[in-house]
């Protein structure tokens, strides 16, 4: 049989109800309680002292309280006797549940051996006096000033078949908590990226119409890099937008969600509340929804705790407050990268130059859809126009003088070269590039080029001037004609004065390139020397 204990304002009905003159039967019936009780109550009043003509004045506190003293037993240490037996077998209780045996068992091991004790006293016990569930006190932490702090955190909210696709995918669900006025917003996504928190927040400034002062998340990766209770590291993507927004981060510590309550318990109420048997065909739709049901129904019920509604609190105390909404933020890209040695690196499939001094370093970059930057050591050093994958942008500046034509195929600096080397060449270099694909006669310049500094460049322009006539556009052609030139024009040496030939000297055309190759090398069978 249950045991309840009759209230203060109960036992002084039944007192009032005595002094009134009524019954037993009516005085237990008014005020709610056992006749037997009502008994006990009137007799240890009249023990006190009570007499049934006192006026309602007689029933002060001090004689309530001897009433109280002398119905119910005395408990010294605020215990009954269940507790009293639970104390002498603390020790055996302690080793039950250090070795993990469930109270349930420990009842029956204690029953067993005589000790027989409500299970609800036993679970007080055991919590109390045995480490059982041991629970930490908490405190409740103030709400703070209006408009200054907003919780953060990202929940799994279901699946999403979209309709178009037919396929099946997890949703996760951004929820903003402001913790003044506990005014919300959701936002859904497939992914929990930084591209994806960032997405939801600037969502949220728009509903909220501002944006807040201290945004408080937990450590989801896109946001903290290294947590820490006191010096967490943020991500550099998230401290770039932090600045462009104009709030400050002050993150959660690691499996602590009691710092940040106010969204914690939100996370709940929008699963079951919002996203619960719904049947969203896309995210689109999932979305349009969040916003509706944010705006009308979660910001017009009447909260819990603060006893308001959170969207008239939000407007009327917070809204005016907030910082202005930012412009819309183009999502960079933050790469640690390195300058290879063809004056290029690489950021999301696309390339970029470099100057040669930067060759073989880290830089840091940052790319935006419209550009990239480019820093050593925090030192912006190149800004480049963002390309898309496969993509390539060259500064020619970045490239060896020497080398620039031939990068950047670079058609007219390659013919400026031929002009100043003489007219026939230039008219001849021109005659090469004068076709379909123009670049693809550029080696042949070049090897006019190179015949132009192993001859000189009169022998060339001279023999260019040959081939126009004929209309023979060939650099072999080019060639050949240099090296007949020089076979037919080769000097004779004089002798020495004084000294008549010698015996084994030869002739000095025998050593022209053409007579080299001419001679064949045979060993002498006897000698196995080679001979001519």
């Keep these: ?189 497939y992914g929990q990226t930084l591209a994806d928190v960032i997405a939801g927040c600037e969502a949220a400034w728009i509903h909220f119409g501002g944006v807040f002062k201290v945004l408080v998340p937990d450590n989801m990766k896109p946001v903290v890099v290294d947590a820490d209770p006191v010096n967490p590291r943020l991500s550099v993507g998230w401290l770039d937008y932090s600045q462009h927004a104009g709030f400050v981060t002050d993150p959660a510590r690691v499996r602590r969600p009691q710092d940040k309550p106010r969204v914690e318990r939100a996370v709940q109420y929008v699963r079951s509340n919002f996203f619960d048997g719904e049947n969203f065909t896309s995210l689109e739709a999932a979305q349009d929804a969040a916003r509706r049901w944010c705006t009308e129904k979660a910001g017009m019920r009447i909260h819990g705790t603060t006893a308001a509604r959170p969207l008239e609190v939000f407007d009327e105390l917070e809204a005016p407050v907030l910082l202005p909404v930012p412009a819309a933020y183009d999502v960079p890209l933050f790469r640690t990268i390195k300058v290879h040695r063809d004056h290029h690196c690489e950021i999301a499939k696309a390339l970029y130059s470099l100057p040669s001094a930067y060759i073989g370093l880290q830089l840091d970059a940052r790319a935006d859809s419209q550009s990239v930057r480019l820093y050593h050591r925090g030192r912006l050093i190149k800004t480049h126009p963002r390309q898309p994958p496969g993509g390539r942008h060259t500064d020619q500046a970045d490239l060896p003088t020497e080398r620039t034509g031939y990068a950047m195929r670079d058609l007219q600096r390659l013919q400026a070269n031929a002009d100043r080397l003489g007219r026939n060449i230039g008219i001849y270099a021109h005659r090469l590039l004068d076709i379909p694909l123009p670049w693809t006669g550029m080696r042949s310049v070049y090897r006019l080029q190179n015949l132009a500094r192993r001859y000189g460049p009169a022998a060339v322009d001279a023999a260019c001037g040959t081939a126009l006539d004929l209309d023979v556009v060939s650099v072999s052609k080019i060639a050949a004609m240099l090296e007949r030139a020089l076979e037919s024009t080769t000097p004779e040496l004089p002798a020495a004065a004084g000294h008549p030939a010698g015996r084994f000297a030869r002739d000095p055309s025998e050593f022209t390139p053409a007579a080299r190759r001419r001679l064949t090398v045979v060993p002498d069978p006897t000698t196995q020397e080679p001979t001519e």
Excluded at 153 to 160: E, H, Y
Aim: proline fraction near 3%; charged fraction near 30%; include cysteine.
């Design 1 to 189: 049989m249950a045991f309840r204990e009759v209230d203060v304002v109960e036992i002084r009905e039944v007192l009032r109800g005595w002094l009134d003159g009524g019954g037993l039967r009516r005085i237990a019936e008014r005020a709610g309680v056992d006749r037997k009780t009502a008994r006990r109550y009137v007799e240890a009043a009249q023990a006190a002292g009570l007499v049934r003509d006192a006026g309602p004045e007689a029933l002060c506190d001090v004689l309530i309280g001897a009433v109280v003293e002398r119905v119910r037993p005395a408990r010294p240490n605020g215990h009954g006797a269940a507790w009293e037996a639970l104390t002498a077998r603390r020790a055996d209780i302690a080793g039950w549940v250090k070795g993990g045996k469930t109270l349930v068992k420990i009842e029956d091991l204690l029953a067993r051996s005589g000790t027989v004790v409500p299970y609800r006293t036993l679970h007080r016990f055991a919590v109390a006096e045995c480490g059982f569930r041991v629970r930490g006190t908490t405190v409740r932490v103030a709400d703070g000033d209006p408009g200054v702090e907003c919780q953060i955190d990202f929940a799994q909210m279901g699946f999403i078949t979209d309709s178009a696709t037919g396929r099946r995918r997890k949703v996760h669900a951004l929820i903003l908590t402001a913790v003044y006025s506990r005014h919300m917003f959701v936002h859904l996504s």
